[in-house]
Structure formats: C-alpha cells, structure tokens
C-alpha cells in the first residue's frame, strides 16, 4: 500500500476529511509508522500499526479500551492520550491489509537525553505514579500485549537461536558482543527469582525517556505516551528502562564508546521518585528489586537488539545497516557502567 492510499477508508472510519498535505512523518518510535496531523484547531497522531511486532493487535486494543473505560479511577496527573473511538467503537482501524489508530497530540517537549537529575526525579515520578493508578484497577483483566515481552530467560533463548541460525560470521566485534551477553546469564537466574518474589502490577514497560512529553520550560509532565506495551509486568520494568535511557550519559543509538556511562545523581533521582511515590504501596521487596531492574532492562534491550542485527534486522527501525550492533554495543558498555556500582 502506498503511503496515504488508506486515506479515504481512514476518514470514512472517523468522519474526517482529512487531505494528504495534512499529514506528516512525526517522531523517533522505532517500531510503527508515526505521523502527524494538523486539522483546523485540532492536531492529532496517527500511527500505522506494525504488525510484524504486534502480531495481536486487537490485544493492544482491549487493554486500550479497558483503560478507556475506567478513565475515571485512573486520577491521572498527566494527559494520558489513549487512541480515540472510530465510527464502529473500536480504538483501532483495519483499512485493507493495515491497521492504524488516531491519537490525540499533546503539544510540549520530547526529550531524547535529559539534562538535569531534577527532570529525572519528573519523569520516574510520573510512570512511578502511572503504575499506582493502575493499583485501582484488576490487572487480570489486562492481556499480554506480546508473549513474553520482558521476560530476560526468553529473550536469552532467542538470542542463542539467532546466535545458531545467523547468516553472520560470529567473529570481531561480533564475537565480543556475543561473548558478552551470553556471559549475563547470571542476570536471567536473578530474574527468576525476582519474578517468585514479587506482584504483578499494571505497567508500562517501555518506559524510555521519549516516551514522555514534557512542558516547554520542563519543569512538568504534560503526557506519558506509547502506551502499546501497558499489561501486566513488575515494578522494576519500568524503573530499569528509565535507568537505561535516563541514567545514561548517552542517548542508545551513540556510538562515542568511551563516554557512555551511568550518570549516578540521574540514578539516585530515579529511584527516590519510585521510593517518595510508591511509598505505603509497593512491596519492599519491590523496591528492593529496583536496582536490579536497571541491570535487567539494559542486558534485555542489549540481547534484543543483537538478536536482531544476528537476524537481519527485522524488528527494529535502522538507519545503517550496523545501527543494531552499535545500539547493542551501548547497551553493553552501561551494563559494564552499571555493574561496576555494584548495588
Ligand atoms: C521500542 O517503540 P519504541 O521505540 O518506544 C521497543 C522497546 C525497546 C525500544 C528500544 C514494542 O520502543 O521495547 O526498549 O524500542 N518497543 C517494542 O529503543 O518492541
Ligand atoms: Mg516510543
């Protein structure tokens, strides 16, 4: 399907007339195709849905509508733009072969780093506080949006089937990085018993830095966005992906190996925001488990995406054919960073 050929089925399912100058590529997701759409007063996002990643995309829309829902016992102290409802009721649009939705834009400041420990303390606050809201809610009635999302035993398997099956030669720098991650086994048995000891929550987990929009001045939180991923999953997912993408003194997709570190101070912020938040609700043992959640996150992230260069780049968006080593290779570099602080 050509780019906007979608449009005249895609304005029939929400009473718009929108025009194809209306519409614009928009953002840094690695995953869907994201535009944005700018209608008289009214300013939207529209994604493409890629179904190559959610292979169950009417999972993504029954949580979706679920929260939708029981908006009302959220309390939300941020926008929290969930899809909007098409002319049939759902909150996402099959046109031929594709499926997209349509979200409300929030208008503010998408940060790739984060500069102060200050918009740290922010930014773990507001998915800490995210997390509590779904306190009100069953999270048995959420569904696992991808089987086994963040669980660090399967994502070790498929990288040691993607090790097995690679066209690649396993040698080089290659070699380092897969001798690397496989030597973090240890990380998937610590795993496994984090997981006997802990509830399950309802979170976000995709919890990177530009998932967030801040206010111009960035003294707030306007929204929490890409809210695919919300099901149900542990505390430390989501803590471990703000130390990952926050606590970092490069952005994943830097290549100045040298300086990627962790930032301690963005660190302490993030996890006194899960603490001052959580307060009275999450378990000691969650909080105990946070500081692993950071190690964990990282060391997933860094097997997915080798898993995915061994595969030949098949899930994630790239813009050089070495992007997902070199993403992997920065993960692995503030996994070292991180281990060294020994917490
Ligand atoms: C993807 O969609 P985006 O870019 O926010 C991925 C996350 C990874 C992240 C790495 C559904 O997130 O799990 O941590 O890339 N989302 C999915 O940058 O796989
Ligand atoms: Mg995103």
Redesign the pocket.
Known sequence: MNTFSFLPELNRLYDFNWRHDQIIPFG?????HTYKVIDGQDTYILQRFNKD??KNPEIISHNHELLIKYMDYLNLPFRFPLPIVNVLGFTLSAVREDFFRISPFVAGVCLEEISEPSQAYLAAKAFAELILAGNNLNVQEFKEV?PG?LDLELRFNQLLEAIDQTKIPIEGEVKTLVDFFLSREYLVGEYKTWKGKLPIRLTH??T?I??LIFSEDLKSVKAVI?L??IMPGYVFNDFG?LVRTVACTQG?NSTDWSEINVDKSKYDSLHQAFIDVGQGIFTQEELNSLHFGGKMMTCI?GF?FLSDYLNGNI??QIKYGEQNLHRAKNQMMLLKSLEKLEL
């Open positions: 840094s997701g690695h995953i869907h990643v959610f991808i999302f987990n995709d990177k530009n998932n890409d695919d991923t992906d994943e992230t997915r899930y994630y």
